[in-house]
């Protein structure tokens, strides 16, 4: 069973920055999936914050957090990071990693999440 498990959340201050780590497990090639990081804030819905789509390479972005974070597949270690700089209060939230390898991501598997909190 393919499973994700979130690493590297915790209280920043608002500035600074924190990488956020994905672990795919269950003799899965991380590969073969497009992977992708979601965040959900107190009070407001899942929201899409970055995605890699399969082994191209190819990246996209939510606006809001544009220019300011980055995702990163390695395919060796079988995980996915997502770097997270100039951190605002409007990033806390809890971030999921998903994968998926189909159409839609409510299909894929997920991570427990993992709590990020930028103090103002």
């Known amino acids: 069973q393919v499973q994700l498990v979130e690493s590297g959340g915790g209280l920043v201050q608002a500035g600074g920055s924190l990488t956020l780590s994905c672990a795919m497990s269950?003799?899965?090639?991380?590969?073969?999936?497009?992977v992708g990081w979601f965040r959900q804030a107190p009070g407001k819905e899942r929201e899409f914050v970055a995605a890699?789509?399969?082994?191209?390479?190819?990246?996209s972005y939510a606006d809001a957090v544009k220019d300011r974070f980055v995702i990163s597949r390695d395919s060796a270690r079988n995980t996915v990071t997502l770097y997270m700089s100039n951190l605002k209060p409007e990033d806390t939230a809890v971030y999921y990693c998903?994968?998926?390898?189909?159409?839609?991501?409510?299909?894929?598997?997920w991570g427990q999440g993992t709590q990020v909190t930028v103090s103002s």
């Open positions: 269950g003799r899965a090639l991380i590969s073969t999936y497009a």
């Open positions: 998903a994968a998926k390898r189909g159409k839609d991501w409510s299909q894929g598997v």
């Open positions: 890699a789509l399969w082994s191209n390479g190819r990246a």
